[in-house]
């Protein structure tokens, strides 16, 4: 079956522009997560969705940062006022339940 | 919070030695510890998992331990191969939740 999916593959963006990183998750997978990878480091996570509700939004590195998901599959992080920093590879996963996360092939964003 | 330390951070070893490497971790309450293994270029795909009611767990070539009392939990390689070089991550979930905290990876070099 289908795995999870995301898009754009690759952005690239002003310093202050906002952008938008979508996640298709396995059908049926009940958990969505969110994680940041810069190069060569390990993975930061972000914010993990059960359902369409985010219990724990502390890993969100600053208010410039949310995320939302729609009935139980699509999800959205959205950075606004894009900084440098930002650039990384964001990387979206789903499990159902707890158990093994898949993840998707990520996004890659460039902040110029 | 939870923290995870992962030691090496990078690890060469000869074909068909073993490979170990070690986390350690800080909440209590964690009871699901997987390991995840991430090829260059490549999305973390899960190779071993274990839970808090089970000491140990081996599949095939791969093995993991876990030490409740001391908080650490080890992967181990036996007979390593060309192709189990990649970055290691663990990783360490309350599945009281979802929040999924991973080590800083390790980095392995299997030399022909």
């Known amino acids: 079956g289908a795995g999870v999916s995301q898009s754009p593959s690759n952005k690239v963006t002003e310093k202050g522009k906002d952008v938008e990183l979508r996640c298709d998750p396995i059908?049926?997978?009940?958990?969505l997560y969110w994680y940041r990878q810069s190069l060569g480091q390990g993975l930061e996570f972000l914010i993990y969705f059960q359902g369409n509700s985010a219990p724990d939004k502390s890993g969100l590195p600053s208010d410039r940062f949310s995320a939302e998901r729609t009935g139980g599959s699509v999800s959205t992080l959205t950075i606004q006022r894009t900084q440098q920093e930002d650039s990384a590879v964001y990387l979206c996963a789903s499990s159902f339940l707890q158990f093994e996360q898949y993840f998707g092939p990520g996004t890659r964003l460039t902040v110029t | 919070g939870e923290n995870v330390e992962q030691h090496p951070s990078t690890l060469s070893v000869q074909e068909g030695d073993s490979a170990v490497i070690k986390c350690t971790y800080s909440?209590?309450?964690?009871?699901?510890f997987p390991w995840y293994k991430q090829e260059l270029g490549k999305r973390p795909q899960l190779i071993i998992d274990i839970r808090s009611n089970v000491g140990e767990k081996k599949d095939q070539r791969i093995a993991v331990t876990l030490n409740k009392t001391a908080k650490h939990f080890s992967l181990h390689i036996t007979e390593t191969q060309p192709e189990d070089s990649a970055v290691y991550f663990c990783a360490v979930l309350n599945t009281g939740g979802f929040k999924t905290i991973f080590g800083a990876g390790t980095r392995l070099f299997v030399k022909a």
């Open positions: 059908s049926g997978h009940t958990a």
């Open positions: 909440d209590s309450a964690s009871n699901y």
